[in-house]
């Protein structure tokens, strides 16, 4: 089985900046890509960013785009997303997802097998 480990959430005044972490261990796997998502109470789980090994490349939500980085440490089997500037709208718990088959589409959750448990992340205005 594969675990993914979640760290770096916390509470931040607006303006102020997290680096989430996530890191993969367990069971040896190639995953196609890695993710963020979010979930604000009572709305839905949403995708924030992702990140393809193999090529390297990312994509980002409108909404954060601009303020958020997503990025890898292949040698660590970690993934980051270093989020600035951040807004009240950002509060949410965030979950890192790995995906270990090919898909059409990263910016959904379907492509994803493999979940953390999610940290919180809170920012006051």
């Known amino acids: 089985q594969v675990q993914l480990d979640e760290s770096g959430g916390g509470l931040v005044q607006a303006g102020a900046s997290l680096r989430l972490s996530c890191a993969a261990s367990?069971?040896?796997?190639?995953?196609?890509?890695m993710g963020w998502f979010r979930q604000a109470p009572g709305k839905e789980r949403e995708f924030v960013a992702r990140f393809r090994w193999n090529i390297g490349s990312t994509a980002y939500a409108d909404s954060v785009k601009g303020r958020f980085t997503i990025s890898g440490d292949s040698a660590q089997n970690t993934v980051y997303l270093q989020m600035n500037s951040l807004k009240p709208e950002d509060t949410a718990v965030y979950y890192c997802a790995a995906a270990s088959r090919p898909s059409y589409s990263y910016s959904t959750d379907r492509a994803y097998d493999y979940w953390g448990q999610g940290t919180q992340v809170t920012v006051s205005s």
């Open positions: 367990g069971r040896t796997f190639s995953s196609y890509a």
